[in-house]
C-alpha cells in the first residue's frame, strides 16, 4: 500500500468567492463590500490540502463540472500534489461555488451552491466504493452528494477503517447513519441544528456531546467550538482543548474547521494519542486564522510542527 493509499478524503470542492464586509447584512439590507477575492475552496479540498501540506500524501474523491472552474480546481489539486485518479467530472452540472462572506473580526457566513458535488451518480459511487481496500482512514463531510457518503460510511465500517467525520453541513441524513464511526465533529452551529437546542454556553455543549454521542452511536463526539476551543466526549469523560492563542492576530476564519480536521486526522493516521492529535489540530487551525483565504491559509508541516513544539515548551499541551 502506498502512503498516498492511506488516507481517503470525500468531499466538496468549490470556487470560494470571499467578499470583505463591515458585518452580515440584515434581511432586506444593502452593504457594500470593502474588497472580493476568488479562489480553491469546499470543505473536502480545505481538508486534503491541509494533509498534504501538514505532510501526509492524500486520494481526494470529490465531482466537478466540465468547465472552466472545474478545470481550475483540478490544476490546484494537482499541483498541490494531491491523488486525484477518483475526481470525477460531469458534463451538465456546474462546478460548486461558495459565497463568503467576512467581517473584520475574521467571523464568516458561507452560502453554497453544490453544484457537481451533489451530482454523485451509481456508478461514480460503485468506482469509489471499488477502491475502498485501498485506504486505511476515511475522512468524510456532508457538503457533497449524501448517497456517497451513506455508502462511504456502510462499507467503511464493513471494512473496519478509522472513520472520521466532519459532522456538516446538517442535511437529510439520520444520526444513526453514524454509529460506529471514530470521531463524529460537528461545530457549534452544527451540534445546535443536530440536536435541536443552542448550544452557546459550556453545559449546553456538554449536554450536546452527550446527545449526539447517544444519537449517533459514534465512538466520540468531537465538538468544535470556535474561539473555545474543542470538546471531546467518549462515553465516560468530557476533556476541553482550549484554542491556542500565540500564533497571531486572527484575521479569517474561513478553513480553521477545515484546517482542525485535516490535522486531526494527520494526528491520527501518524498514532498520535488521541489527546494530543487534538491539540496539534489546535495549533494548526490558529495558524490558518491568521491569514486570509481557505486554501491559501493552510499551514505547512513544518509551520505546525514549529508552532507546535513551541506550544509544548509553553505548557500549552497537558
Not at 85 to 108: C, F, Q, W
Request: charged residues 20%.
Amino acid at each position: 500500500m502506498s502512503s498516498r493509499d492511506q488516507v481517503l478524503v470525500a468531499g466538496s470542492a468549490n470556487i470560494d468567492v470571499v467578499l470583505q464586509v463591515p458585518r452580515t447584512p440584515h434581511q432586506g439590507e444593502s452593504l457594500v463590500a470593502a474588497g472580493q477575492r476568488t479562489g480553491l475552496g469546499g470543505k473536502g479540498s480545505n481538508r486534503a490540502i491541509a494533509l498534504q501540506r501538514l505532510g501526509l500524501d492524500v486520494q481526494f474523491c470529490c465531482k466537478l463540472g466540465q468547465d472552466s472552474s472545474g478545470d481550475l480546481v483540478f490544476s490546484k489539486l494537482q499541483a498541490e500534489g494531491i491523488g486525484t485518479r477518483l475526481v470525477k467530472r460531469d458534463e451538465h452540472v456546474g462546478t460548486g461555488t461558495a459565497y463568503i462572506m467576512v467581517e473584520p473580526s475574521g467571523k464568516n457566513t458561507i452560502l453554497s451552491y453544490l453544484g457537481a458535488n451533489n451530482a454523485f451518480t451509481k456508478t461514480d459511487i460503485n468506482e469509489i466504493v471499488d477502491q475502498l481496500p485501498s485506504f486505511s482512514f476515511l475522512s468524510l463531510e456532508l457538503e457533497c452528494s449524501l448517497s456517497l457518503i451513506e455508502q462511504l460510511l456502510y462499507h467503511g465500517r464493513k471494512q473496519e477503517k478509522v472513520i472520521i467525520v466532519d459532522a456538516g453541513p446538517v442535511r437529510g441524513i439520520e444520526l444513526s447513519e453514524f454509529r460506529d464511526v471514530d470521531v463524529f465533529s460537528p461545530n457549534e452551529t452544527e451540534a445546535a441544528q443536530w440536536t435541536g437546542f443552542a448550544v452557546d454556553t459550556e453545559a449546553a455543549a456538554r449536554e450536546a456531546c452527550r446527545y449526539l454521542y447517544e444519537a449517533t452511536g459514534s465512538k466520540r463526539v468531537l465538538l468544535k467550538r470556535g474561539e473555545h476551543g474543542a470538546m471531546l466526549y467518549d462515553g465516560q469523560d468530557i476533556r476541553n482543548f482550549p484554542t491556542y492563542r500565540e500564533a497571531g492576530q486572527v484575521v479569517d476564519t474561513t478553513a480553521a474547521g477545515d484546517c482542525f480536521m485535516g490535522a486531526l486526522t494527520l494526528g491520527m493516521a501518524r498514532k498520535m494519542p488521541l489527546d494530543q492529535a487534538i491539540y496539534y489540530a489546535n495549533v494548526a487551525a490558529a495558524i490558518a486564522v491568521t491569514r486570509s483565504g481557505a486554501a491559501t491559509s493552510l499551514p505547512t508541516g513544518a509551520e505546525a510542527d514549529e508552532m507546535f513544539t513551541k506550544a509544548c515548551e509553553g505548557g500549552y499541551v497537558k
